[in-house]
Protein backbone atom coordinates (compact mmCIF):
# COMPACT_ATOMS: atom_id res chain seq x y z
CA UNK A 1 0.00 0.00 0.00
CA UNK A 2 1.61 3.47 -1.17
CA UNK A 3 1.86 6.00 2.34
CA UNK A 4 2.34 8.76 0.02
CA UNK A 5 3.68 10.50 -3.02
CA UNK A 6 6.08 13.00 -4.12
CA UNK A 7 8.06 14.28 -7.38
CA UNK A 8 11.36 13.69 -5.68
CA UNK A 9 12.73 11.43 -2.71
CA UNK A 10 15.86 13.07 -1.32
CA UNK A 11 17.73 10.44 0.98
CA UNK A 12 20.24 11.56 3.18
CA UNK A 13 19.81 14.79 5.15
CA UNK A 14 23.51 16.02 5.14
CA UNK A 15 24.52 19.19 3.40
CA UNK A 16 23.69 18.13 0.49
CA UNK A 17 20.44 16.70 0.71
CA UNK A 18 19.45 19.57 2.78
CA UNK A 19 20.65 22.22 -0.52
CA UNK A 20 18.76 19.88 -2.60
CA UNK A 21 15.83 20.25 -0.50
CA UNK A 22 16.23 24.44 -0.22
CA UNK A 23 16.42 23.65 -4.27
CA UNK A 24 13.35 22.43 -4.86
CA UNK A 25 11.36 24.34 -2.23
CA UNK A 26 12.40 28.01 -3.86
CA UNK A 27 11.25 26.26 -6.93
CA UNK A 28 7.55 24.38 -5.77
CA UNK A 29 8.30 20.61 -6.33
CA UNK A 30 7.32 18.59 -4.49
CA UNK A 31 9.84 16.46 -2.46
CA UNK A 32 10.64 14.63 0.62
CA UNK A 33 13.91 14.53 2.53
CA UNK A 34 14.14 11.23 4.18
CA UNK A 35 17.03 11.58 7.18
CA UNK A 36 17.95 7.85 8.53
CA UNK A 37 18.68 9.78 12.10
CA UNK A 38 18.93 13.68 12.54
CA UNK A 39 19.94 16.69 10.23
CA UNK A 40 23.36 16.91 9.84
CA UNK A 41 23.98 13.25 11.24
CA UNK A 42 27.51 13.22 10.19
CA UNK A 43 28.80 16.78 12.09
CA UNK A 44 27.17 14.51 15.34
CA UNK A 45 29.94 11.88 14.77
CA UNK A 46 33.03 14.74 14.90
CA UNK A 47 34.74 14.98 17.93
CA UNK A 48 33.35 17.69 20.06
CA UNK A 49 34.13 21.38 19.58
CA UNK A 50 36.21 20.41 15.73
CA UNK A 51 36.68 23.37 13.06
CA UNK A 52 35.85 22.35 9.55
CA UNK A 53 39.38 22.80 7.17
CA UNK A 54 37.29 24.56 5.18
CA UNK A 55 36.39 28.38 5.37
CA UNK A 56 32.72 29.16 5.85
CA UNK A 57 32.38 30.42 2.50
CA UNK A 58 33.19 26.61 1.24
CA UNK A 59 30.43 25.33 3.54
CA UNK A 60 27.71 27.66 2.59
CA UNK A 61 24.55 26.25 1.22
CA UNK A 62 21.75 27.82 -1.30
CA UNK A 63 23.26 30.87 -1.38
CA UNK A 64 23.40 31.66 1.86
CA UNK A 65 26.11 32.82 4.03
CA UNK A 66 27.40 30.93 7.38
CA UNK A 67 28.13 34.17 9.34
CA UNK A 68 29.89 33.98 12.41
CA UNK A 69 31.77 36.03 15.16
CA UNK A 70 35.25 35.61 14.40
CA UNK A 71 35.19 34.67 10.27
CA UNK A 72 37.19 32.00 10.86
CA UNK A 73 36.18 27.94 10.26
CA UNK A 74 33.41 27.30 12.12
CA UNK A 75 32.99 23.94 14.47
CA UNK A 76 30.75 20.97 13.50
CA UNK A 77 28.41 22.30 16.03
CA UNK A 78 27.81 25.53 14.34
CA UNK A 79 27.15 23.99 11.28
CA UNK A 80 24.39 21.76 13.24
CA UNK A 81 22.94 25.35 14.22
CA UNK A 82 23.13 26.74 10.32
CA UNK A 83 21.76 23.08 9.01
CA UNK A 84 18.33 23.41 11.39
CA UNK A 85 18.26 27.30 10.71
CA UNK A 86 17.76 26.25 7.16
CA UNK A 87 15.02 23.46 7.46
CA UNK A 88 13.43 26.07 10.03
CA UNK A 89 13.87 29.05 7.42
CA UNK A 90 12.56 26.93 4.07
CA UNK A 91 9.90 24.90 6.48
CA UNK A 92 11.53 21.67 4.57
CA UNK A 93 9.68 18.46 4.40
CA UNK A 94 11.95 16.28 6.46
CA UNK A 95 11.38 12.96 7.49
CA UNK A 96 13.67 12.51 10.36
CA UNK A 97 14.27 9.23 11.68
CA UNK A 98 13.02 7.72 8.77
CA UNK A 99 15.55 4.90 6.92
CA UNK A 100 15.28 4.13 3.43
CA UNK A 101 15.72 0.28 3.13
CA UNK A 102 15.04 -0.12 -0.48
CA UNK A 103 13.90 1.46 -3.30
CA UNK A 104 12.00 -0.18 -6.25
CA UNK A 105 12.55 0.95 -9.50
CA UNK A 106 9.32 0.53 -11.98
CA UNK A 107 8.62 2.08 -15.39
CA UNK A 108 7.19 5.25 -14.36
CA UNK A 109 8.06 5.54 -10.67
CA UNK A 110 9.75 4.60 -7.78
CA UNK A 111 8.23 2.66 -4.43
CA UNK A 112 10.48 3.58 -1.58
CA UNK A 113 10.30 1.71 1.07
CA UNK A 114 10.94 3.82 4.63
CA UNK A 115 11.19 1.83 8.14
CA UNK A 116 9.36 4.30 10.22
CA UNK A 117 9.16 3.83 13.89
CA UNK A 118 5.52 2.79 13.54
CA UNK A 119 6.38 0.26 11.26
CA UNK A 120 7.19 -0.04 6.92
CA UNK A 121 6.03 2.74 4.77
CA UNK A 122 6.36 2.76 0.85
CA UNK A 123 6.35 6.10 -1.03
CA UNK A 124 5.76 6.35 -4.32
CA UNK A 125 7.56 9.05 -6.50
CA UNK A 126 8.87 9.77 -9.70
CA UNK A 127 12.85 11.02 -9.04
CA UNK A 128 15.27 9.62 -6.47
CA UNK A 129 18.75 11.77 -5.03
CA UNK A 130 20.84 9.44 -3.17
CA UNK A 131 22.30 11.93 -1.10
CA UNK A 132 23.95 9.68 1.37
CA UNK A 133 26.88 10.81 2.43
CA UNK A 134 30.34 9.27 3.17
CA UNK A 135 30.05 8.50 7.33
CA UNK A 136 28.30 5.54 7.54
CA UNK A 137 30.79 3.58 9.84
CA UNK A 138 33.95 3.57 10.62
CA UNK A 139 37.07 1.95 8.45
CA UNK A 140 37.71 -1.05 10.50
CA UNK A 141 41.17 -2.59 10.74
CA UNK A 142 39.87 -6.26 11.48
CA UNK A 143 42.25 -6.82 13.92
CA UNK A 144 42.09 -8.52 17.26
CA UNK A 145 40.72 -6.16 20.26
CA UNK A 146 39.26 -3.87 17.81
CA UNK A 147 36.11 -4.28 19.49
CA UNK A 148 37.62 -3.52 23.08
CA UNK A 149 36.02 -1.39 25.60
CA UNK A 150 39.24 0.90 25.77
CA UNK A 151 39.06 1.23 22.10
CA UNK A 152 37.43 3.34 20.26
CA UNK A 153 37.00 4.82 16.27
CA UNK A 154 34.51 8.25 17.68
CA UNK A 155 36.60 10.50 19.66
CA UNK A 156 34.90 11.56 22.39
CA UNK A 157 37.18 14.98 22.78
CA UNK A 158 40.10 15.20 25.19
CA UNK A 159 38.92 15.17 28.67
CA UNK A 160 38.57 11.19 29.75
CA UNK A 161 42.51 10.81 28.60
CA UNK A 162 43.50 13.37 31.65
CA UNK A 163 46.41 11.05 33.39
CA UNK A 164 45.79 8.18 30.92
CA UNK A 165 48.39 6.69 28.22
CA UNK A 166 46.54 6.67 25.17
CA UNK A 167 47.48 5.21 21.69
CA UNK A 168 46.44 6.99 18.41
CA UNK A 169 46.43 5.09 15.21
CA UNK A 170 46.43 7.60 11.71
CA UNK A 171 48.10 10.49 10.69
CA UNK A 172 45.72 13.05 9.75
CA UNK A 173 44.19 16.43 10.95
CA UNK A 174 41.32 14.26 13.51
CA UNK A 175 44.46 11.87 14.88
CA UNK A 176 46.88 15.07 14.91
CA UNK A 177 44.02 16.99 16.92
CA UNK A 178 43.22 14.50 19.30
CA UNK A 179 46.98 14.14 20.37
CA UNK A 180 46.90 18.04 20.62
CA UNK A 181 44.53 18.18 22.69
CA UNK A 182 44.93 15.07 24.55
CA UNK A 183 48.25 16.17 25.54
CA UNK A 184 46.73 20.16 26.46
CA UNK A 185 44.40 18.49 28.41
CA UNK A 186 47.08 15.99 30.17
CA UNK A 187 47.16 12.77 29.43
CA UNK A 188 50.84 11.25 30.91
CA UNK A 189 51.57 9.47 27.75
CA UNK A 190 50.42 10.17 24.07
CA UNK A 191 51.63 7.87 21.13
CA UNK A 192 50.58 8.05 17.67
CA UNK A 193 51.11 5.41 15.12
CA UNK A 194 50.61 6.17 11.42
CA UNK A 195 51.17 3.70 8.25
CA UNK A 196 53.47 6.30 6.47
CA UNK A 197 57.06 7.86 6.94
CA UNK A 198 55.98 10.83 8.03
CA UNK A 199 53.03 13.12 8.14
CA UNK A 200 51.59 15.14 4.59
CA UNK A 201 52.16 18.33 6.58
CA UNK A 202 50.19 20.37 3.64
CA UNK A 203 47.03 18.30 4.22
CA UNK A 204 47.09 19.22 8.06
CA UNK A 205 45.39 22.33 9.28
CA UNK A 206 48.22 25.19 9.18
CA UNK A 207 47.45 25.59 13.36
CA UNK A 208 48.01 22.12 13.74
CA UNK A 209 50.88 20.98 11.63
CA UNK A 210 53.66 24.30 13.46
CA UNK A 211 52.02 22.54 17.42
CA UNK A 212 52.82 19.29 16.10
CA UNK A 213 56.15 19.55 14.78
CA UNK A 214 57.03 21.36 18.08
CA UNK A 215 55.41 18.41 20.34
CA UNK A 216 57.31 16.20 18.45
CA UNK A 217 60.92 18.47 19.04
CA UNK A 218 60.45 18.20 22.27
CA UNK A 219 59.14 14.63 22.57
CA UNK A 220 56.04 15.64 24.19
CA UNK A 221 54.20 13.29 21.96
CA UNK A 222 56.02 9.46 20.54
CA UNK A 223 55.71 8.79 16.90
CA UNK A 224 55.80 5.65 15.68
CA UNK A 225 56.00 6.13 11.58
CA UNK A 226 55.28 3.25 9.19
CA UNK A 227 53.59 1.05 11.92
CA UNK A 228 50.02 -0.58 12.04
CA UNK A 229 48.26 -2.05 14.72
CA UNK A 230 48.16 -5.92 14.42
CA UNK A 231 46.90 -6.68 17.85
CA UNK A 232 45.09 -4.96 20.40
CA UNK A 233 44.86 -6.23 24.34
CA UNK A 234 44.13 -4.76 27.39
CA UNK A 235 47.10 -3.81 28.35
CA UNK A 236 49.32 -3.12 25.20
CA UNK A 237 49.28 -2.73 21.29
CA UNK A 238 51.30 -5.06 19.16
CA UNK A 239 52.51 -2.85 16.21
CA UNK A 240 54.52 -3.49 13.27
CA UNK A 241 56.47 -2.12 10.60
CA UNK A 242 55.47 -1.79 6.92
CA UNK A 243 56.80 -0.97 4.02
CA UNK A 244 54.61 -0.04 1.94
CA UNK A 245 51.82 1.94 4.42
CA UNK A 246 49.80 -1.14 3.97
CA UNK A 247 50.97 -4.82 4.96
CA UNK A 248 52.80 -5.17 8.20
CA UNK A 249 56.24 -7.61 8.38
CA UNK A 250 57.88 -9.32 10.76
CA UNK A 251 59.48 -7.05 12.83
CA UNK A 252 56.61 -6.33 15.98
CA UNK A 253 57.06 -4.50 19.15
CA UNK A 254 54.52 -3.59 22.19
CA UNK A 255 53.44 -0.30 23.03
CA UNK A 256 51.77 -0.09 26.38
CA UNK A 257 48.89 1.82 27.16
CA UNK A 258 45.76 2.48 28.67
CA UNK A 259 43.28 3.90 25.77
CA UNK A 260 43.19 3.47 21.80
CA UNK A 261 41.71 5.72 19.41
CA UNK A 262 41.67 4.43 15.97
CA UNK A 263 41.43 7.85 13.77
CA UNK A 264 40.98 5.40 10.49
CA UNK A 265 38.46 7.67 8.78
CA UNK A 266 34.85 6.61 8.02
CA UNK A 267 33.14 4.92 4.97
CA UNK A 268 29.90 4.91 3.11
CA UNK A 269 27.24 2.58 2.82
CA UNK A 270 26.86 1.11 -0.46
CA UNK A 271 24.41 -1.41 0.22
CA UNK A 272 21.41 0.61 -1.41
CA UNK A 273 23.06 1.63 -4.16
CA UNK A 274 23.88 -2.12 -5.42
CA UNK A 275 20.45 -3.24 -4.46
CA UNK A 276 18.90 -0.87 -6.35
CA UNK A 277 21.08 -1.61 -9.06
CA UNK A 278 23.16 1.13 -9.82
CA UNK A 279 26.77 -0.04 -11.37
CA UNK A 280 29.50 0.43 -8.79
CA UNK A 281 33.43 0.65 -9.91
CA UNK A 282 36.31 -0.14 -8.05
CA UNK A 283 37.52 -0.81 -4.88
CA UNK A 284 36.09 2.22 -3.53
CA UNK A 285 32.45 1.25 -4.92
CA UNK A 286 31.92 4.64 -6.79
CA UNK A 287 28.76 4.83 -8.17
CA UNK A 288 28.80 5.61 -12.25
CA UNK A 289 26.70 7.95 -13.44
CA UNK A 290 26.50 10.66 -16.16
CA UNK A 291 28.58 14.25 -15.31
CA UNK A 292 26.40 16.03 -16.33
CA UNK A 293 23.53 15.23 -14.78
CA UNK A 294 23.96 13.45 -11.96
CA UNK A 295 21.72 10.52 -13.06
CA UNK A 296 22.99 6.47 -12.23
CA UNK A 297 22.48 3.69 -15.02
CA UNK A 298 19.15 3.59 -13.11
CA UNK A 299 17.02 5.92 -14.85
CA UNK A 300 16.23 8.63 -13.19
CA UNK A 301 17.89 8.22 -10.05
CA UNK A 302 20.99 10.70 -9.37
CA UNK A 303 23.58 11.18 -6.70
CA UNK A 304 24.93 14.14 -5.11
CA UNK A 305 27.33 15.11 -2.12
CA UNK A 306 30.04 12.63 -0.82
CA UNK A 307 28.27 9.65 -1.90
CA UNK A 308 29.50 9.91 -5.52
CA UNK A 309 32.77 9.18 -4.16
CA UNK A 310 31.77 5.98 -3.19
CA UNK A 311 34.02 4.86 0.06
CA UNK A 312 36.81 7.42 -1.07
CA UNK A 313 40.12 6.27 0.11
CA UNK A 314 41.34 9.50 -0.70
CA UNK A 315 38.64 12.26 -0.30
CA UNK A 316 37.80 14.03 -3.77
CA UNK A 317 34.40 15.14 -3.09
CA UNK A 318 33.68 17.73 0.03
CA UNK A 319 31.17 19.92 0.74
CA UNK A 320 32.30 23.17 -1.82
CA UNK A 321 32.83 20.79 -4.75
CA UNK A 322 28.77 19.12 -4.26
CA UNK A 323 27.39 22.23 -4.92
CA UNK A 324 27.38 21.66 -8.92
CA UNK A 325 25.26 18.26 -8.04
CA UNK A 326 22.40 20.00 -6.59
CA UNK A 327 22.41 22.24 -9.95
CA UNK A 328 22.81 19.20 -12.74
CA UNK A 329 20.30 17.55 -10.75
CA UNK A 330 17.85 20.42 -10.53
CA UNK A 331 18.23 21.12 -14.05
CA UNK A 332 17.97 17.20 -15.38
CA UNK A 333 14.62 17.09 -13.27
CA UNK A 334 12.85 20.94 -14.06
CA UNK A 335 14.78 22.14 -16.57
CA UNK A 336 15.75 24.94 -14.57
CA UNK A 337 19.43 25.78 -13.31
CA UNK A 338 19.60 27.02 -9.72
CA UNK A 339 21.48 30.54 -9.18
CA UNK A 340 21.68 30.04 -5.20
CA UNK A 341 23.77 27.33 -4.30
CA UNK A 342 26.59 27.14 -2.09
CA UNK A 343 28.19 30.71 -1.00
CA UNK A 344 26.34 32.92 -3.87
CA UNK A 345 24.72 35.78 -2.07
CA UNK A 346 20.83 35.46 -2.09
CA UNK A 347 20.70 39.54 -2.64
CA UNK A 348 21.99 39.21 -6.01
CA UNK A 349 20.60 36.40 -7.32
CA UNK A 350 16.77 36.32 -6.50
CA UNK A 351 14.73 33.94 -8.77
CA UNK A 352 10.58 35.17 -9.00
CA UNK A 353 7.92 32.31 -9.28
CA UNK A 354 6.83 33.96 -12.42
CA UNK A 355 10.66 33.54 -13.63
CA UNK A 356 10.37 30.02 -13.02
CA UNK A 357 7.28 29.67 -14.58
CA UNK A 358 8.08 31.24 -17.24
CA UNK A 359 10.43 29.19 -17.88
C1 LIG B 1 36.54 15.50 11.49
C2 LIG B 1 36.01 15.80 10.11
C3 LIG B 1 36.30 17.00 9.49
C4 LIG B 1 35.79 17.29 8.22
N1 LIG B 1 36.09 18.51 7.65
C5 LIG B 1 35.53 18.83 6.46
C6 LIG B 1 35.79 20.11 5.85
O1 LIG B 1 36.56 20.93 6.37
N2 LIG B 1 35.16 20.40 4.67
C7 LIG B 1 34.30 19.52 4.06
O2 LIG B 1 33.74 19.85 3.00
N3 LIG B 1 34.07 18.30 4.59
C8 LIG B 1 34.65 17.94 5.77
N4 LIG B 1 34.41 16.71 6.30
C9 LIG B 1 33.54 15.77 5.59
C10 LIG B 1 32.07 16.22 5.72
O3 LIG B 1 31.54 15.64 6.88
C11 LIG B 1 31.36 15.85 4.44
O4 LIG B 1 31.98 16.58 3.37
C12 LIG B 1 29.86 16.19 4.46
O5 LIG B 1 29.22 15.70 5.62
C13 LIG B 1 29.23 15.61 3.19
O6 LIG B 1 27.90 16.00 3.09
P1 LIG B 1 26.83 15.06 2.37
O7 LIG B 1 25.53 15.79 2.45
O8 LIG B 1 27.33 14.60 1.06
O9 LIG B 1 26.76 13.73 3.29
P2 LIG B 1 26.54 13.54 4.85
O10 LIG B 1 26.76 14.77 5.63
O11 LIG B 1 27.32 12.33 5.24
O12 LIG B 1 24.99 13.23 4.97
C14 LIG B 1 24.42 12.03 4.54
C15 LIG B 1 23.16 11.76 5.35
O13 LIG B 1 22.47 10.68 4.77
C16 LIG B 1 21.86 9.93 5.80
N5 LIG B 1 21.56 8.60 5.27
C17 LIG B 1 22.45 7.65 4.86
N6 LIG B 1 21.79 6.56 4.44
C18 LIG B 1 20.46 6.83 4.55
C19 LIG B 1 19.29 6.10 4.27
N7 LIG B 1 19.33 4.86 3.78
N8 LIG B 1 18.08 6.67 4.52
C20 LIG B 1 18.01 7.95 5.00
N9 LIG B 1 19.11 8.69 5.30
C21 LIG B 1 20.31 8.14 5.07
C22 LIG B 1 22.91 9.95 6.90
O14 LIG B 1 22.32 9.68 8.17
C23 LIG B 1 23.46 11.37 6.80
O15 LIG B 1 22.81 12.26 7.66
C24 LIG B 1 34.97 16.35 7.55
C25 LIG B 1 34.69 15.11 8.15
C26 LIG B 1 35.21 14.84 9.42
C27 LIG B 1 34.91 13.50 10.05
Known amino acids: MIFDQCEVAIIGGGPIGVEMAITLERLGVDYILFEAAQVGD ?15 EHVALAGIPVHNL ?19 MFDL ?9 AIRPYPEQFHVQTRHRTGLRTYAC ?4 MATGGMAGPRLLHIPGEDLPHVTHYFPGPHPYFRTRLLIVGGRNSAVEAALRCWRVGASDIAISYRRP ?3 YERIKPHLSGDLKDRLE ?17 GYVTLASTEDGRTPNDRTFRHEMDFVYLATGFAANMNLFEE ?3 QLTGVEKAPVFDPETMETNVP ?14 RFTYFISTSHDHVAKITKAITGIVPTKLGTVSARNNAVTWEEVKAN
Not at 42 to 56: C, E, G, L, N, V
Not at 300 to 313: D, P, Y
Open 42 to 56: AFMKWPPQTHFFSTP
Open 198 to 200: DFN
Open 70 to 88: DQRSITGEQYLAYLRMLVE
Open 276 to 278: TGV
Open 218 to 234: KGEITFYPSTVPVEITP
Open 300 to 313: RLFVAGTAAGGTQE
Open 93 to 101: NLHNYEPVE
Open 126 to 129: RYVV
